[in-house]
């Protein structure tokens, strides 16, 4: 089984500010980001590492490849303060997910 | 769109087995183009896919091997919906339950539409 590991595990940082969080895999694989707020699903916002699900907001960016990947919130709006969690896919499962990096209101 | 409507009790007695139902609109639960899915949230085991059902000229299943023994999720055609049973279930089977539309391929298991969540809890 696929090993997501993300840092950091919180962010504390103030709207307007940019946001970078980690993640990195037991092995090469294909990579998606979710956003979590309270009380609501994961949300998904980035596949393919670098590709923006459709609807998500431009300032919404990843990068990476292999075993190392980012995702980065250029200017943090009020909506964007929740759990970020990656997650591994393809056409073979188990599928699993990072254990989250909360960014929250400094 | 693809809409996604959970039904199901939120409490469960050990050792009884856990049901819930998965209400699709916006879409066909026969859909080639798609796979539905079950993935549970917990703060112990954080968020973990549970297992799927998909149909491409017959109906195909898989789960994890860690509910591998006590899962089953069925499509019903006629209600346009999706079901987990989850079997013989203990308190480290409490969790938020989701359920998600997945693609095709690759793609498979991208979940880009969710069900609200069920909190089932597992309690005498």
């Known amino acids: 089984e696929i090993v997501l590991t993300q840092s950091p595990g919180t962010l504390s940082l103030s709207p307007g500010e940019r946001a970078t969080l980690s993640c990195r895999a037991s092995q090469n694989i294909n990579l998606a980001w979710y956003q979590q707020k309270p009380g609501q699903a994961p949300r998904l916002l980035i596949y393919?590492?670098?590709n923006r699900a459709t609807g998500i907001p431009d300032r919404f960016s990843g990068s990476g490849s292999g075993t190392d990947f980012t995702l980065t919130i250029s200017r943090l709006e009020p909506e964007d303060f929740a759990v970020y969690y990656c997650q591994h896919y393809g056409d073979t499962p188990p599928w699993t997910f990072g254990q989250g990096t909360k960014v929250e209101s400094k | 769109q693809v809409h996604l409507q959970q039904s199901g009790p939120g409490l469960v007695k050990p050792s009884q087995t856990l049901s819930l139902t998965c209400a699709i609109s916006g879409d066909s639960v026969s859909s080639n183009n798609a796979a539905w899915n079950w993935i549970r949230q917990s703060p112990s085991r954080g968020l973990e896919w549970l297992g799927r059902t998909y149909y491409r000229s017959k109906w195909y299943t898989d789960s994890a091997l860690s509910v591998k023994s006590r899962i089953t999720v069925n499509a019903d055609t006629s209600k346009n919906q999706f079901s987990l049973q989850l079997s013989s279930v203990t308190p480290e089977d409490t969790a938020v339950y989701f359920c998600?539309?997945?693609?095709?391929?690759?793609?498979?298991?991208?979940?880009?539409?969710w069900g609200q969540g069920t909190l089932v809890t597992v309690s005498s």
């Open positions: 393919g590492a670098s």
């Open positions: 998600a539309r997945g693609g095709r391929g690759t793609t498979v298991s991208l979940f880009n539409s």
